[in-house]
C-alpha cells in the first residue's frame, strides 16, 4: 500500500470490541489479566500486553504502528513531546565520559540539553561544522555515543549531507539520530540516507492544527541495545510516554498528513517566490528556492518539497518588531506547522536568553523573521506581509 493508505488502514493489534473504525481512546491506566502467568508475562516482556499506561495503551499503540508501518521502522516510541523524544534518544547512547558530534546549528532548548544539562552528568559536546564532513570525521573518536544533527535547520535552514555523515559514523560503529520535524516521514525514507535514529516532534505536521504536544523515536533497528534501553529502561524510569488523549488526536492528523503537508509546502514555495520580489526585504531563504545554497542537496535527500519554514531578513531588529506589530492574518506566535500561519523573531524569543556571542556563533541574527506557513490562501498571506512591510 501507498503511504497515505498505510496511514489510514493500519490495523489494530487487537481487533476492537465493537469493530470501530476511528481508534478508540482507552482512557485508564491499569489492564486485568486473566490469570497470574499471563501477568508475570506481560510485566516480564515476555508477551506483548498492555500492563501499565505509563509504558503502554492500545491508543498510542496504535499510533505507533502506524508510524512504524509508514517508515518501516523496527521499533516506534511515542512521548509527550519531541523534547522528550530528544531527551531520550540521547540518554539512550550517552553516558559518562562519552561526547556527541553535532552543530551550533541546532533548535535552542536542544542545544541547551547537550551543550549545558547533559554536560553536567558528564556527556561532552563537539559543536562542529557538519556540513563539513572531514571535520565530522575528525570529531568522531572512540568515545562518540552519536553524531545528532538535524536534517533541516531551525531557524537556519542548513541542510548536511546525511548519507555522507552516515558512512563516516557507520565507519566508526557510531549511531547517527536526525530530527526529521521539518520534513515529515511521508516525504522522505532517513532510513534509506543511513539514520539510524529519527526523532520527530509530532506536535507539528502531525498534529493537525497545534491541537497537542507529543514525540516519535522512530528506530531502524541497527542498534538494537537502544530501543531496549528506551523500551525497557528509560520509559519505565523517566515517565514520559504520550498519553492516549494525545495519541487519539494525532493519529487523525496522521491520516491527513499528507494532503495538509502537501498544501503548506506548496504554499510555502509559491510565497517564497512572490516574497524575492519584494524590495522591503533584504534576504528570503527557502530550502526550495533554486538559488539556495542547499537546494541541490535536498532535493536529493528529500525530494520534490522543502517544507514549510520560510525565513526573511529585514533591515534592522526594530524593523522586525515593526512588521509584527502590523501583522493582521498571520500570528505572533511560535509552534511549527499549525494550520494558520505563524511569524516569530527567533533571536529575542526561542533563542532569547542566549547571549549574543553565542548567537553570532549559532548564526541567529537579530534582523530575521521566522514563519511557518499555514494552509490558508497563499495570496492572503502574502497581501497580509506585504501590508505589515509597508514603511519599512
Known sequence: MKKQTIAIHTPYVRPDAYGALAVPIYNNVAFEFQDA???????????????????????????????????????????NSGMA?????????????KNIVTSRHLFGNTLALISNTLLRFGVKPRLRDLTNLEAVDAAIDEQTCCVYLEIVTNP????????????????????????????????????????????????????????????????????PQINQRVKYELLVN??????????????????????????????????????????????????????????TLARQQFGATAGAIITIDLKSKEACFDFLDH?????????????????????STIFGLFPQRQLELMDVRQTTIRFSIGLEDPEDILEDIKQALRGI
Not at 500486553?49 to 518501516?72: C, H
Not at 523524544?85 to 565520559?97: E, F
Not at 559514523?169 to 522522505?188: L, N
Not at 494525532?250 to 517564497?272: C, F, I, M
Request: glycine share 6%.
Open 37 to 79: 502467568q499471563t501477568m508475570s508475562d506481560a510485566f516480564c516482556n515476555r508477551i506483548k500486553s498492555p500492563d501499565y499506561a505509563r509504558m503502554e495503551n492500545p491508543t498510542v499503540t496504535n499510533f505507533e504502528q502506524r508510524v512504524k508501518g509508514l517508515t518501516g521502522a523496527a521499533h516506534v516510541t511515542a512521548f
Open 85 to 97: 523524544a530528544i531527551s531520550n534518544a540521547l540518554l539512550a547512547v550517552s553516558g559518562q565520559g
Open 156 to 223: 537556519q535552514l542548513e541542510v548536511a549531507d546525511l548519507k555522507g555523515i552516515a558512512e563516516i559514523a557507520h565507519k566508526k560503529k557510531v549511531p547517527v539520530i536526525a530530527d526529521s520535524t521539518v520534513i515529515p516521514f511521508t516525504e522522505t525514507s532517513l532510513k534509506d540516507l543511513g539514520v539510524d535514529i529519527e526523532v520527530v516532534s509530532s506536535t507539528k505536521y502531525i498534529s493537525c492544527g497545534g491541537t497537542s504536544l507529543g514525540g516519535l523515536i522512530i528506530d531502524y533497528g541497527t542498534y
Open 327 to 347: 501583522l493582521k492574518l498571520i500570528h505572533r506566535a511560535t509552534n511549527l506547522f499549525d494550520s494558520r500561519t505563524l511569524a516569530i523573531h527567533p533571536a
Open 238 to 295: 523517566l515517565g514520559a510516554y504520550m498519553t492516549p488523549q494525545v495519541a487519539y488526536l494525532q493519529t487523525l492528523g496522521l491520516e491527513t498528513l499528507d494532503v495538509r503537508y502537501q498544501r503548506q509546502a506548496s504554499n510555502a514555495l509559491w510565497l517564497a517566490q512572490e516574497l524575492s520580489q519584494q524590495p522591503a526585504i533584504e534576504y528570503v531563504n527557502y530550502v526550495g528556492l533554486k538559488d539556495n545554497p542547499y537546494y
